[in-house]
Structures are given as structure tokens and as C-alpha cells.
Antibody, heavy 117, light 108 residues
Framework: EVHLVESGGGLVQPGGSLRLSCAASAFIFSRYDMHWVRQVTGKGLEWVSGIGTAGETYYGGAVRGRFTTSRENAKNSLFLQMDSLRAGDTAVYYC???????????WGQGTLVTVSS | DIQLTQSPSSLSASVGDRVTITCRASQSISSCLNWYQQKPGKAPKLLIYATSSLQGEVPSRFSGSGSGTDFTLTISSLHPEDFATYYCQQSCGALEWTFGQGTKVEIK
């Protein structure tokens, strides 16, 4: 069964950095585009970033220039490097696998990032 | 970037009711429209991709339609487990995806 597990969330001060990881299992990781989606508690979903199989990356306007997505296929892992963090980045961050028809078909359980002094 | 507007933002319905949620895009997105269901404390679940294709074992009471800028999610007969929040999402192009603001389906 496909499994995605996020880690690395926590409390960080404004202006700080954090690196999230997403460990994938039970599928050939290198063959799939992967995405990050976040959700402020009690609010809607916000697409953050995506990375293609060739390593090409895409970002939402709110994080472009501050966040960097990468992947390490040999370790079945996805990463989100978050720099210059702001209070507005406080959210649960999910990683998700994209299906061939560009829907996000598998999701992790999420990891909470809190940006506060 | 492409904006998605869902309506209504919330609705109250009874078990057995037919429910329709609409999603309007700020520009044409062909058929690149997906629908998700989310329950409290859980990750979203993909229901429908590419406007009208049912994901995996999603029950057939769920259906999607539309093209261009106007799309709908229909639940033909509401079941107790369908009370949740529903989001549309566009995946046209690679540069930037967006979600609608969500529609909460509550028990009347």
C-alpha cells in the first residue's frame, strides 16, 4: 500500500528556516510527480509546490523565492526547504503523489509548522 | 494565476438529498479540474480527477461534469459519511495550481 510520511515540522521563529521531509514507500518514487499542499487550521487548502520526475519545480506565489522543493529518488524522499518563514506560513503541510491525470491521489498525514516568536 | 470560486461556501442537507456544488474558474481550464473530500483531522481524499473520472473505489453516487470555466460536483443521494468539506482544484499547466475555498456539507 502506498504510504507517505511527513516529518520535520515544529516551532520556528519568524525569519527562521525549517526543512520538511516526506518518506515514500510501496511505489516507484522516481516515476511520480510529487507536491506539497498546506492548510491553516480551520481554513482551506493551499497548493505550495510541485516537483516533476526530472526535478523541475513549481511554486505558489506565496512561497516562491523562499521555499525550495527537492527530491532524492535513491532514498524515496521528498523535501521542502522553507526559509524566511513568516507567521502566515503556519499550517499543516502535506505531501502528496500526483496521478497520471494530475490529481493528488495519495496524501501523507501532514506535519504541523508553527512560526511564532 | 487562475482563481477558483466555489459555491455555496456551505450547505445543509439531509441524508438522501441530491447535492450539487459548483466551481468556477477565472479563465478556461479545459478539463483540468479535480475534486477532493476532507473530513476533520484527516488528509484530503481525491474523489474525481479530470472533471469527471471517478478515483479508485469512490462510490458512483459522486459525479463530476463541466468544461472550460464551469464545473459541478454532484452527490446523487447523500449518505451519512458524505458530510465533509469539498474542494475543487485546477491542475492545468505546470506553473501554479489552485484550490477553491471549499464547500462544507453539513447535516440539516
Amino acid at each position: 500500500e502506498v504510504h507517505l510520511v511527513e516529518s520535520g515540522g515544529g516551532l520556528v521563529q519568524p525569519g527562521g528556516s525549517l526543512r520538511l521531509s516526506c518518506a515514500a514507500s510501496a511505489f516507484i518514487f522516481s516515476r511520480y510527480d510529487m507536491h506539497w499542499v498546506r492548510q491553516v487550521t480551520g481554513k482551506g487548502l493551499e497548493w505550495v509546490s510541485g516537483i516533476g520526475t526530472a526535478g523541475e519545480t513549481y511554486y505558489g506565489g506565496a512561497v516562491r523565492g523562499r521555499f525550495t522543493t527537492s527530491r532524492e529518488n535513491a532514498k524515496n524522499s521528498l523535501f521542502l526547504q522553507m526559509d524566511s518563514l513568516r507567521a502566515g506560513d503556519t499550517a499543516v503541510y502535506y505531501c502528496a503523489r500526483m496521478n497520471p491525470h494530475r490529481g493528488l491521489e495519495y496524501w501523507g498525514q501532514g506535519t504541523l509548522v508553527t512560526v511564532s516568536s | 494565476d487562475i482563481q477558483l470560486t466555489q459555491s455555496p461556501s456551505s450547505l445543509s442537507a439531509s441524508v438522501g438529498d441530491r447535492v450539487t456544488i459548483t466551481c468556477r474558474a477565472s479563465q478556461s481550464i479545459s478539463s483540468c479540474l479535480n475534486w477532493y473530500q476532507q473530513k476533520p483531522g484527516k488528509a484530503p481524499k481525491l474523489l474525481i480527477y479530470a472533471t469527471s473520472s471517478l478515483q479508485g473505489e469512490v462510490p458512483s453516487r459522486f459525479s463530476g461534469s463541466g468544461s472550460g470555466t464551469d464545473f459541478t460536483l454532484t452527490i446523487s443521494s447523500l449518505h451519512p459519511e458524505d458530510f465533509a468539506t469539498y474542494y475543487c482544484q485546477q491542475s492545468c499547466g505546470a506553473l501554479e495550481w489552485t484550490f477553491g475555498q471549499g464547500t462544507k456539507v453539513e447535516i440539516k
